[in-house]
């Protein structure tokens, strides 16, 4: 599986970004998907997560209320909606498969496919 990320950007505190993970290669509908954000001299950081069927979705305490995790299996992508962004939420943002659903979503070791990052910066 190949993960292609995009969306990101630099924006004020307080603005939207709408994050894409477009997948090729296979099909992602039937895995769990992640998202995941990281601070150089940070250990990478679980930001959300979302069942295959979208019938749950996990979120870090850090961005709940203001991020929604989203997918589109017919277009076999993945987003990730920012929202009321704040300076901390500045990172490199990464999509992630998780083929074992019986796992700790929160455990980036869990992922087995990971997309190139994309990039948002958010200044005060």
């Known amino acids: 599986v190949q993960l292609q990320a995009s969306g990101g950007g630099s924006v004020q505190a307080g603005d939207s970004l709408r994050l894409s993970c477009a997948a090729s290669?296979?099909?992602?509908?039937?895995?769990?998907m992640g998202w995941f954000r990281h601070v150089p001299g940070k250990p990478r950081e679980f930001v959300a997560a979302i069942k295959s069927t979208s019938s749950n979705e996990y979120y870090a305490d850090s961005v709940k209320g203001r991020f929604t995790i989203s997918r589109d299996n017919a277009k076999n992508t993945v987003y990730l909606q920012t929202n009321s962004l704040k300076p901390e939420d500045t990172a490199v943002y990464y999509c992630a498969v998780r083929l074992n659903w019986n796992v700790d979503y929160r455990n980036p070791r869990h992922y087995e496919y990971w997309g190139q990052g994309t990039l948002v910066t958010v200044s005060s």
């Open positions: 290669g296979r099909s992602i509908s039937s895995y769990d």
